[in-house]
């Protein structure tokens, strides 16, 4: 009996295009975008109606976006669209402390002024970021967009790649990529498997209106049930990321607005002034999965379907556009070269590349979050020495402000903001 999760097998090498890459959200049109630079196709497939990705409704969700992100989305054409929605972060408070009793005299002060490439990233609403890639993608003629479709089956073979889509219709290209999530189809009928934990928290997001001005500064305050960040958006308004234990998250998001927002006050404190909600309020499980190889034959997965991390550091998406810069460069020089570019060693480039450091961060956020989520005061001496001795040795100091903004590692083209 046929297995239903496979496509056809390829019988010739007619292409509909390059790249077929599974899951429209933020990564995927990054690539082909990013792709098209060196003349490669694209057929991006996405689930949902575009009405709803192009929504101008502010939802609540917003990203932080390092200086070497924006960089690339500068490099691919889309920062001229989003510089007017969005807010330079300028400094980022580091702090230690419990819930209404305000944080810890040892803290770490990051401010831009201590580097020469200006701020160390930007806040962009969600509603921005997904419209200016989806309005590129319709003005790049090497770029095709399957909306309101899914993928029931998939074929690689040293041919090329192919899927079906649940209309019966088939595609067919180089090289399948996987854009598709934490719960990857992609990586799953690859049989990819995943390593990973739970942390036992939920992010609690949201974005709130505040009397006062932020003046660009992000805060993260470290709370024994896990960590709670308050970050700069254009106007005086901020996004939170509050992360609890599953049992709390669940009970706060159940309250009603002025609870909720009561629930909050006493971490979030009073120094912005009165508060309320602006959007929708999210709940996200936290957990740590890594897929435990990021290339297959003719496939490469990127952003949440290779790796999902903690949010404590603001990197997800900043690491999945990494693995963009990484991916189209090595493709793109391997087409300059006569290369098949999905051939294994051109492939085995992008994995060398990306996936080592991939599961670095992600280690290094567990234990990060580990190591602050909790309030044993041993722990809690030793990490409030430890940021005390950061924020008082400059060098030191600057070497963080450097990775928070990106700039350290051995960096692809588009993330110094070069086209490829």
């Avoid at 810890?104 to 997904?130: C, K, N, Q, T, W």
């Avoid at 997001?205 to 505040?210: G, L």
Wanted: charged share 20%; glycine share 10%.
């Amino acid at each position: 009996m046929d297995n239903p999760m496979r496509a056809p097998i390829l019988q010739s090498m007619t292409f509909d295009c390059d790249l077929i890459i599974i899951g429209g959200g933020l990564n995927g049109p990054a690539l082909a975008l990013a792709a098209a630079q060196g003349g490669l196709t694209s057929t991006v497939i996405d689930a949902l109606p575009v009405a709803n990705r192009k929504a101008s409704e502010f939802d609540g969700r917003s990203y932080a976006l390092a200086l070497s992100s924006q960089r690339l989305l500068s490099a691919i054409g889309l920062w001229d669209d989003l510089q007017e929605n969005a807010q330079a972060m300028l400094e980022i408070k580091v702090s230690d402390g419990r819930a209404g009793e305000g944080p810890s005299p040892f803290f770490i002060h990051f401010d831009h002024a201590e580097i020469e490439e200006g701020p160390m990233g930007y806040m962009v609403e969600d509603r921005y970021l997904r419209r200016a890639l989806l309005n590129a993608l319709d003005n790049e003629p090497a770029i095709t967009v399957r909306n309101e479709e899914t993928v029931v089956a998939q074929e690689t073979s040293a041919l090329g790649a192919s899927v079906t889509l649940a209309s019966g219709e088939i595609l067919r290209g180089r090289l399948l990529v996987g854009s598709d999530g934490r719960k990857s189809g992609t990586a799953e009928r690859a049989k990819i498997k995943r390593t990973g934990w739970g942390y036992g928290q939920t992010a609690l997001v949201c974005a709130i209106e505040h009397e006062k001005p932020h003046g660009g500064i992000a805060h993260q305050f470290f709370m024994p049930s896990g960590p709670l960040a308050i970050l700069p958006l254009i106007g005086n308004r901020s996004s939170i990321v509050w992360s609890e234990t599953d049992e709390n998250a669940a009970r706060i998001n159940a309250l009603t607005e002025n609870d909720y927002l009561e629930a909050l006050r006493p971490a979030f404190g009073d120094f912005l002034g009165q508060i309320k909600l602006s959007g929708a309020r999210f709940t996200y499980p936290l957990n740590l999965t890594i897929a435990d190889r990021f290339i297959d034959e003719r496939l490469a997965l990127i952003g949440d379907a290779a790796h999902g991390m903690h949010p404590i550091a603001g990197q997800g998406l900043n690491a999945g556009l990494r693995d963009v810069a990484a991916l189209a460069e090595v493709m793109i020089l391997a087409q300059r070269r006569g290369e098949d570019i999905a051939s294994p060693l051109v492939l085995e480039r992008y994995q060398q590349w990306r996936r080592f450091d991939t599961t670095t961060l992600a280690m290094a956020t567990d234990t990060f979050n580990r190591l602050f989520s909790n309030d044993n005061p041993i722990l809690r001496l030793g990490r409030d020495l430890g940021m005390g001795l950061v924020n008082s040795i400059p060098s030191l100091r600057r070497n963080f402000i450097r990775e928070a903004a990106g700039l350290t590692g051995d960096l692809p083209k588009l993330m110094t903001g070069r086209a490829l």
